[in-house]
């Protein structure tokens, strides 16, 4: 089962716009995280936010989690073409299961 | 340089063989995982492992099997029993092997087609 459903499933901005995801989930976690991927590659991992953790800075990526909510966002500030992939959050469950659960991503396009 | 690297990246099968996809390691890591993905969609975990001689089920495991008989090494095995094995698969390691999962290294992937 996909423990996150990211929002929306794809976006088509404007080099310079900024690009906002958004991530639910269904059980309590012990982390969240964002990962890219670039088309036909492997995963990178970009931010990892603790379930005490409300907000998270890495250059031009901000990252919020809400816990009464079970929702995250990813934010990422005056986009390039560059960032053009596909972005996936993933959740560590508080069941003791050491691995993490991905969602089905965000599909991101950045127009030159 | 460090890293996880998989083999083969493109793989074509027949209907009713096994095959096996490799993944190797050399960040000394203890935990290592194997994921599906299907076209537009995310990743399914298939198994995972946090140390030698020991590894546990995901949430698609039935029709693929596992080893793990060093560290640096987790092989994956696709057999006929896996009725749509069509799929990008993915390796990745984490440090460490108790607690929560932290951050995974992924390895470019092997695309597995069955004719």
């Known amino acids: 089962s996909q423990q996150g459903e990211e929002d929306p499933q794809a976006l088509s901005i404007q080099e310079g716009e900024n690009a906002t995801m958004n991530c639910s989930y269904k059980?309590?976690?012990?982390?969240l995280q964002w990962y890219r991927q670039n088309s036909g590659r492997g995963l990178v991992h970009l931010i990892l936010i603790r379930s005490n953790e409300r907000e998270k800075h890495s250059g031009r990526l901000r990252v919020t989690l809400d816990t009464s909510k079970k929702s995250s966002s990813l934010l990422i500030t005056a986009s390039r073409a560059a960032d053009t992939a596909s972005y996936f959050c993933?959740?560590?469950?508080?069941?003791?299961?050491?691995?993490?659960?991905f969602g089905s991503g965000t599909r991101l396009q950045v127009q030159p | 340089d460090g890293g996880i690297t998989q083999s083969p990246k493109y793989l074509f099968r027949k209907e009713g063989q096994n095959v096996t996809l490799s993944c190797e390691q050399n960040?000394?890591?203890?935990?290592m995982y194997w994921y599906r993905q299907d076209p537009g969609q995310g990743l399914r975990l298939i198994y995972y492992?946090?140390?030698?001689?020991?590894?546990q089920k995901g949430d698609i495991a039935e029709g693929y099997s596992v080893s793990r008989e060093k560290k640096e090494s987790f092989p994956l095995t696709v057999t006929s029993a896996q009725k749509n094995p069509t799929a990008f698969y993915l390796c990745?390691?984490?440090?460490?092997?108790?607690?929560?999962?932290?951050?995974?290294?992924f390895g470019e992937g092997s695309r597995l087609t069955v004719l």
């Open positions: 993933a959740s560590n469950r508080d069941t003791g299961r050491r691995a993490l659960t």
């Open positions: 990745a390691s984490s440090m460490g092997w108790g607690g929560p999962a932290g951050e995974l290294f």
């Open positions: 960040l000394n890591h203890d935990a």
């Open positions: 492992s946090q140390i030698v001689n020991d590894f």
């Open positions: 059980t309590s976690i012990n982390n």
